[in-house]
């Protein structure tokens, strides 16, 4: 895939769906991970966005040899509150591993007293809602190697960020562009009637996405929503999507530019964050070799892990020291100091 003319990016697959192969990860950095005390519950705070949008997060302090070493900035999937992700980003503090979530504009903590006509866009959470958290995390460890994980669609959105470049490493969890075509089979047509016949008539009547109603997460505000519908394409197209092409493309843009390690884990039964989908993600990243690995829930000892089953306390033992050890090894493969923006 191409944003309209760049080049594809590269992929390094490590272990791909079919394979039998992967029935034990190796743990290179240390030993399989047990809980001795309950991970740390985190700070609600807030923090500026780079418009000055006040957003809200968690901060999770560290404890461990790692401590200010290396920190993470947490982008959590579209639609999805980022509390969803705090048993995880404890289990990283608690492993010495200071962890910044937050709520985009619009979602969860950071929704405005009404959602109607809040106009926020994809734009908006990349350039504004991602950089700002970066530029907290940085600010708050200067020396320190930042490291940035998402989600699910916010493997896309975490890379407009116009500070990207301070983060030295990107690690994708179960990630995509939102493109119906690459979910599985028996999802496609149910989502696509939904992304592209309800979600449009609904915003337009509601001024905002209602997906609590639906059952599909949190409300959307209505410039996220209409973008989302709008794109029925592989590429992405900013004129197609986007009320300000001229910015959608100068973000696209930024993605080329991005040289870090990129790190994208997916899951085998995942029925959204398909490897066509992981791989179609990745191919924006053009100028990065990216590791992918997909892993089957059988190899680990799991029944199913799906889309949001990683963050599941069950894949504690399995999956969470996987990323822990990606994040860990930013020290041991680039020990010099932080990328700058």
């Known amino acids: 895939m191409t944003d309209g003319g760049g080049k594809k990016g590269r992929v390094q697959v490590l272990v791909e769906p079919e394979s039998t192969q992967n029935q034990h990860f190796s743990l290179p950095l240390g030993e399989p991970y047990s809980s001795v005390e309950p991970p740390p519950s985190g700070a609600q705070m807030t923090f500026r966005a780079l418009d000055g949008y006040q957003l809200c997060g968690t901060y999770f302090e560290p404890t461990g040899e790692f401590a200010s070493k290396v920190a993470v900035v947490f982008a959590g999937g579209g639609g999805i509150p980022a509390k969803r992700y705090r048993h995880f980003a404890g289990f990283l503090a608690s492993s010495g591993i200071p962890?910044?979530?937050?709520?985009?504009?619009?979602?969860?903590?950071?929704?405005?007293?009404?959602?109607?006509?809040?106009?926020?866009?994809?734009?908006?959470?990349?350039?504004?809602?991602?950089?700002?958290?970066?530029?907290?995390?940085?600010?708050?460890?200067?020396?320190?190697?930042?490291?940035?994980?998402?989600?699910?669609?916010?493997?896309?959105?975490?890379?407009?960020?116009?500070?990207?470049?301070?983060?030295?490493?990107?690690?994708?969890?179960?990630?995509?562009?939102?493109?119906?075509?690459?979910?599985?089979?028996?999802?496609?047509?149910?989502?696509?009637?939904?992304?592209?016949?309800?979600?449009?008539?609904?915003?337009?009547?509601?001024?905002y996405f209602p997906a609590r109603m639906l059952g599909l997460g949190e409300d959307i505000p209505s410039g996220m929503a209409l973008q989302w519908a709008a794109r029925r394409t592989p590429e992405l197209r900013p004129e197609a999507t986007s009320p300000n092409a001229s910015r959608a493309r100068a973000m696209l843009a930024r993605f080329g530019s991005i040289k870090v390690p990129i790190i994208a884990l997916s899951f085998a039964d995942d029925a959204f964050a398909t490897e066509a989908g992981t791989r179609r993600l990745l191919s924006i990243y053009s100028g990065v070799t990216a590791r992918y690995e997909c892993v089957r829930p059988a190899s680990i000892g799991l029944g199913s892990i799906g889309h949001f089953g990683f963050f599941r306390h069950n894949a504690e033992a399995t999956l969470w020291p996987m990323i822990l050890d990606y994040v860990r090894s930013e020290l041991t493969e680039n020990p010099g100091p932080p990328a700058g923006g």
């Open 99 to 207: 962890v910044l979530t937050f709520d985009y504009r619009g979602i969860g903590q950071s929704r405005p007293a009404s959602l109607r006509g809040f106009k926020a866009n994809a734009e908006d959470w990349s350039e504004w809602d991602c950089g700002g958290a970066i530029e907290w995390m940085r600010s708050r460890y200067p020396n320190a190697k930042l490291v940035g994980v998402a989600h699910s669609i916010s493997s896309l959105i975490i890379g407009g960020a116009a500070n990207v470049g301070e983060c030295s490493r990107l690690i994708f969890i179960a990630a995509h562009t939102g493109y119906y075509g690459d979910y599985s089979k028996r999802y496609r047509f149910p989502m696509a009637v939904i992304w592209h016949v309800v979600m449009p008539v609904l915003t337009r009547l509601f001024g």
